[in-house]
T-cell receptor, first 118, second 113 residues
Framework: GAGVSQSPSNKVTEKGKDVELRCDPISGHTALYWYRQSLGQGLEFLIYFQGNSAPDKSGLPSDRFSAERTGGSVSTLTIQRTQQEDSAVYLC????????????????FGEGSWLTVV | GDSVTQMEGPVTLSEEAFLTINCTYTATGYPSLFWYVQYPGEGLQLLLKATKADDKGSNKGFEATYRKETTSFHLEKGSVQVSDSAVYFCALSDRGDFNKFYFGSGTKLNVKP
């Protein structure tokens, strides 16, 4: 698509429930990223995909968090047994090499999924 | 490893004041440098970028020059407006692994009328 699309835009869930957040990257972008941003805080890196594989999962905060990407496109971030500290904005982004020569890669963000755990 | 450090906020200015938000970086190679802006309630948007030393990125009256000798990419604007109130993030992309992005912690700018 024209931009990075995320859904749902807002989600309120009860503590202990599982949630799935979806990201549809820019068409043709091979790299996909998930970040978390708590209220008033900076960006916390969660995971990065190159194609369908995840060479860097170092940012996932616990084993309750998992992510997958299928077909080199859509990605789902799943949070199991949600806790109140999981409340945050979850930002997805994508990037892709521009042309044959290195002309400066750029990462493009979606609007985010606002998660509130009550 | 690679990293980005930017000045802590919030920065509060009056309308039409001059803005500087400092950003310095550490990188093993020759990174590309970026400024992103996040308006209240929105996602991050690319503001400007520079891909090599001495390049100047500019957009919407904002400028930043890639200074290799000082490893800096300071954001400047000559006359800020209330509508510039947002959080600004400095970032770098490592050429060695062009999909690696490193972000600063963000600087909140408040512009008063």
């Amino acid at each position: 698509g024209a931009g990075v699309s995320q859904s749902p835009s807002n989600k309120v869930t009860e503590k202990g429930k599982d949630v799935e957040l979806r990201c549809d990257p820019i068409s043709g972008h091979t790299a996909l990223y998930w970040y978390r941003q708590s209220l008033g805080q900076g960006l916390e890196f969660l995971i990065y995909f190159q194609g369908n594989s995840a060479p860097d999962k170092s940012g996932l905060p616990s084993d309750r968090f998992s992510a997958e990407r299928t077909g080199g496109s859509v990605s789902t971030l799943t949070i199991q047994r949600t806790q109140q500290e999981d409340s945050a904005v979850y930002l997805c982004a994508s990037s892709g090499r521009q042309g044959l020569s290195f002309s400066g890669n750029t990462i493009y963000f979606g609007e985010g999924s606002w998660l509130t755990v009550v | 490893g690679d990293s980005v450090t930017q000045m802590e906020g919030p920065v509060t200015l009056s309308e039409e004041a001059f803005l500087t938000i400092n950003c310095t970086y550490t990188a093993t190679g020759y990174p590309s440098l970026f400024w992103y802006v996040q308006y209240p309630g929105e996602g991050l948007q690319l503001l400007l970028k520079a891909t090599k030393a001495d390049d100047k990125g500019s957009n919407k009256g904002f400028e930043a020059t890639y200074r290799k000798e000082t490893t800096s990419f300071h954001l400047e604007k000559g006359s800020v407006q209330v509508s510039d109130s947002a959080v600004y993030f400095c970032a770098l992309s490592d050429r060695g692994d062009f999909n690696k992005f490193y972000f600063g912690s963000g600087t909140k700018l408040n512009v008063k009328p």
